[in-house]
């Protein structure tokens, strides 16, 4: 089985098996106490705490361990916020946050006086640094900007972003958590989160970092733990191992990224001539070493990782059908790219190239087999003449069905004709505006219906 998602979670490092065993024998204790046994715990605590400080380039006072990456920006973005609440309670984010962050802003915003700007972000998934810049107001009490995108790898402008957010005198808060284990993040930010078991560390160990001369007033009830900033006794094997394979994934980092982006670059550049109407999201040159995402026209997304799946390939995906919300992905839709059938592929340090050669060999069968599958649907039912335009009921389907439809017709009006498209699937609003874009077509807009959206779609060639 080939393991292609290491965004999500990467195996567990040989350094930090090997770590979290020697510390189960040896940091079982209590760090807060001072009898042989503490002193140990405490000793291997603090040589954690050095070690992940020294990754990441800030003062071992200035990072604490906490139960998870997310748990790790909730308390920065809450401590943040309160610490500066006289300065205000305007919160700035991007479109493409990691959803730990949204979560925080939309429980900001929710808040009696919180407000929340979220910048847009281009079809690579990068913001603007002048879009930040312009969002800052006076009463701005934090800025958020991930240093990497989870879902298809393009690399934010970090420092240049930190540069605007120091000379307006508001913290920045970095979610690192996919970029940690291959390098330090540039720029002068304020505060910095990090997840271990993106890095190759167990599961529920994530780290926060607060530059000295931040004001941050932690949240929730007080703790002596931690320097208050993370409640409840420490995971001290896990932390021990998380902070060992991040030292040893940052010595393999250089030699192993320049591995993977060939890897990922043939993936980019071969599968649009293995794969009819497929679109490559993502900065083609800043982004992660090991992150490729694309999108299938007209494929079903859960069917194909299913079908990927028993091919022998664990992938992840952002189209609708894969969520239990049934709606896009946020990152695919800020973007405005196509969302259905769409595929991420992470992959881990010590990929195989053989690996990803046979991928390359499964993958255009694979697609075409659900794409067969899909098929087209009956046309009396769903196509209504009306002069030079057509209408197509696809009400009730989930995508990729409507845009299914709309290429099966789009042929049967004039040049200058249109089709109109009844959808009551939130995926539509992005996915038929993508296909315009591939097939050379006009997407003119859309427009309330009595039931549903119709998406209006002009043919111009």
């Not at 605007?164 to 940690?180: I, N």
């Not at 405005?336 to 990803?356: F, K």
């Not at 995508?399 to 299914?404: A, G, L, T």
């Not at 874009?437 to 060639?461: C, F, H, I, K, N």
Request: aromatic share 4%; hydrophobic share 40%.
């Amino acid at each position: 089985m080939a393991y292609f998602d290491a965004a999500s979670a990467a195996p567990l490092h040989p350094v930090a098996r090997q770590a979290l065993l020697a510390a189960l024998d040896e940091g079982w204790a209590d760090p807060a106490r001072l009898y042989r046994e503490g002193r140990r715990a405490r000793m291997l605590l603090d040589a954690a705490r050095e070690a992940a400080a020294e990754c990441v380039g800030c003062r071992a006072d200035e990072l604490v361990f906490t139960p998870s990456g997310t748990r790790a920006v909730h308390s920065g973005v809450a401590g943040a916020l309160a610490g500066r609440r006289r300065v205000g309670r305007h919160l700035i984010v991007s479109a493409v946050e990691h959803s730990s962050v949204l979560h925080a802003a939309e429980a900001h915003e929710a808040a009696e006086g919180g407000s929340v700007t979220r910048v847009p972000v281009d079809r690579t998934g990068a913001v603007a640094p002048e879009a930040y810049a312009a969002s800052l107001r006076e009463d701005t009490a934090l800025a958020c900007l991930q240093s990497a995108n989870h879902e298809v790898g393009t690399e934010q402008p970090v420092s240049r972003v930190a540069e605007a957010c120091r000379a307006a005198g508001v913290p920045l808060l970095v979610d690192a958590a996919q970029s940690l284990g291959w390098g330090r993040v540039e720029g002068d930010w304020s505060l910095l989160t990090g997840s271990a078991h993106k890095w190759g560390g167990p599961s529920g160990v994530g780290l926060l970092v607060v530059r000295k001369g931040v004001r941050f007033a932690p949240q929730g009830p007080g703790d002596e733990r931690e320097s208050g900033r993370a409640p409840g006794f420490e995971n001290l094997p896990a932390i021990v191992a998380a902070a060992a394979s991040l030292r040893a994934v940052r010595a393999e980092a250089a030699a192993e990224a320049a591995r993977l982006r060939e890897l990922t670059e043939r993936i980019r550049s071969r599968v649009p001539d293995l794969v009819p109407d497929v679109e490559v999201v993502g900065d083609p040159s800043r982004r992660l070493p090991g992150i490729v995402t694309f999108s299938c026209l007209y494929v079903d997304g859960e069917t194909l990782l299913h079908e990927l799946d028993r091919a022998g390939f664990s992938v992840s995906s952002g189209s609708s059908c894969t969520s239990s919300t049934l709606t896009p992905s946020h990152v695919l839709r800020a973007m405005g790219v196509l969302s259905e059938g769409n595929v991420r592929m992470s992959l881990p340090p010590g990929t195989p190239a053989r690996d990803v050669e046979r991928f390359l060999e499964v993958l255009p069968g694979t697609v075409a087999a659900v794409r067969e599958k899909l098929g087209a649907p009956a046309a009396p039912e769903t196509v209504r003449a009306a002069g030079r335009d057509l209408v197509v009921d696809a009400l009730g389907r989930r995508c990729p069905i409507p845009v299914i439809e709309l290429a099966k017709v789009i042929g049967d009006v004039p040049v200058g004709g249109t089709v109109r498209v009844l959808s009551d699937d939130e995926a539509a609003r992005l996915d038929i505006p993508a296909w315009c874009e591939m097939r050379g077509q006009e997407y003119v807009g859309e427009e309330p219906a009595d039931r549903g959206t119709a998406y209006l779609v002009r043919r111009t060639s």
